[in-house]
């Protein structure tokens, strides 16, 4: 069985949101997020669209061996790809900066929950990897249902790229 290489060109996304239109579009990609808050300084966006960071690490848990069929622990069914896309959700104000996007609903402090909304995230399997790669229209696709908040939320089940499809 040969070693699967991943390798992660753009680490970094940033895509934009019309909640009036329900159009997403990406803006920025980058591999570093100094170079990506370089890259932002000189670009014009209205304060009506929302924006989502998305941003692609390789799964150093992910062991794709066949000892993950004898070995039944919880970690192993949590773990569902070598690649993990974690979304961050922010707002442009009127004076063009960018604060997070936070959850109508209070934590158990009373404050409105910033970690909820950000908490999703969704891995890209092997398979798939394989298959199709990073890509662009399946990363905006994600993207879409992440800030439309339709992506699984139970917290045990598999949160894989392949429910897009």
Do not use: C
């Not at 304060?47 to 960071?53: K, Q, R, T, W």
Request: aromatic letters at 8%.
């Amino acid at each position: 069985m040969t070693e699967l290489k991943i390798k992660i060109p753009n680490k970094y996304w940033l895509i934009k949101y019309s909640p009036t239109k329900n159009k997403i579009k990406t803006i920025l990609k980058s591999k570093k997020i100094e170079t990506l808050k370089e890259q932002i300084k000189g670009i014009k966006i209205s304060s009506n669209y929302e924006i989502i960071l998305l941003k692609l690490t390789k799964e150093p848990k992910f062991k794709d061996d066949n000892s993950l069929q004898t070995n039944k622990s919880s970690l192993n069914k949590l773990i569902g790809g070598p690649i993990k896309i974690t979304f961050k959700m922010y707002l442009l104000t009127d004076s063009m900066v960018l604060k997070p996007k936070y959850e109508p609903i209070p934590n158990r402090k009373g404050e409105l929950d910033p970690d909820k909304r950000n908490a999703q995230f969704l891995f890209i399997t092997k398979e798939y990897y394989e298959t199709k790669g990073i890509n662009q229209k399946d990363l905006e696709k994600v993207a879409l249902l992440a800030i439309t908040n339709k992506l699984e939320k139970r917290p045990l089940a598999p949160k894989l790229i392949d429910q897009i499809n």
